[in-house]
């Protein structure tokens, strides 16, 4: 039987954003809102995720060329877009078969609690904040947003191309957060507790690298296999160790 799936998949967070630093100064200031002009959509790397973005490129680029990626797919959003860019600039333009923005990798959508930090959800949507307490970020939707489970089934559809478009081609997959932990939730078969013990574990790194080996071993016809998870590329000037960072907003955790 033909290879269903790619040869690998890597699935890479975004280099830190500018939005996640706004985030992190309004958290520490109680502040409600998070001070940042863009769309989400548009906003950009900071300078500490440009260089992130460049040594995740550096990393690609030590590997042989028959190891390269070989189709790059990314969310448009601008920073995941800048970080694609980042490690487009650095492999085998040669190997490459396909290079695309999808929409479905998109962040996940916060409707109404869009730039709202922790304490901004709690104190403007006291009934809200009490609710996605009691369900979970997996099932909650805020109004206007998404759950966990809207991502999922859009991720969904995106792995059908990819079986379908991709069969043995190395796959370079450049997202959010949520779009690593809801892709780790469909190719390891987890369920709500398993995908929700990983993301409270820890933070998806920015850079991130969670990637997956296909091996025809397992199963009847082969199975894809975890053999990266969360590895960071170094930064060249080695300095303060670079931390994980959520994506802006942040929801509570679990």
């Known amino acids: 039987m033909e290879q269903k799936w790619p040869q690998q998949i890597w699935i890479v967070r975004h280099g830190q954003s500018a939005g996640n630093v706004a985030r992190d100064a309004a958290e520490a200031e109680k502040q409600l809102l998070i001070a940042i002009a863009e769309r989400d959509v548009d906003v950009p790397l900071s300078?500490?995720?440009?260089?992130?973005?460049?040594?995740?490129?550096?990393?690609?680029?030590?590997?042989?060329?028959?190891?390269?990626?070989?189709?790059?797919?990314?969310?448009?959003?601008?920073?995941?877009?800048?970080?694609?860019q980042a490690v487009l600039a650095r492999i085998d333009a040669d190997s490459l078969n396909s290079v695309v923005a999808d929409e479905r990798l998109r962040e996940k959508e916060f409707g109404i609690l869009d730039r709202l930090t922790v304490h901004g959800i709690a104190s403007k949507y006291p009934e809200l904040h009490?609710?996605?307490?009691?369900?979970?970020?997996?099932?909650?939707?805020?109004?206007?947003?998404?759950?966990?489970?809207?991502?999922?089934?859009?991720?969904?559809?995106?792995?059908?191309?990819?079986?379908?478009?991709?069969?043995?081609?190395?796959?370079?997959?450049?997202?959010?957060?949520?779009?690593?932990?809801?892709?780790?939730?469909?190719?390891?078969?987890?369920?709500?507790?398993?995908?929700?013990?990983?993301?409270k574990a820890a933070d998806v790194p920015n850079c991130g690298v969670t990637s997956y080996a296909f091996n025809p071993a397992l199963g009847k016809h082969g199975k894809l296999q975890l053999d990266l998870c969360n590895f960071v590329a170094p930064l060249e000037e080695s300095g303060t160790p670079v931390t994980a960072q959520p994506d802006m907003p942040a929801a509570p955790k679990s």
């Open 47 to 84: 300078e500490l995720g440009t260089r992130q973005a460049q040594a995740l490129g550096d990393w690609f680029a030590t590997l042989p060329p028959e190891q390269q990626p070989t189709v790059v797919l990314y969310s448009p959003y601008v920073r995941a877009q800048q970080t694609a």
């Open 130 to 199: 009490e609710q996605r307490q009691h369900v979970g970020k997996f099932y909650f939707r805020p109004p206007g947003g998404e759950s966990w489970c809207d991502v999922i089934l859009r991720l969904r559809s995106v792995l059908d191309t990819i079986t379908r478009e991709y069969r043995g081609e190395r796959v370079l997959i450049v997202g959010h957060q949520v779009i690593v932990n809801c892709f780790r939730y469909l190719l390891e078969r987890c369920d709500e507790q398993a995908i929700l013990a990983i993301d």
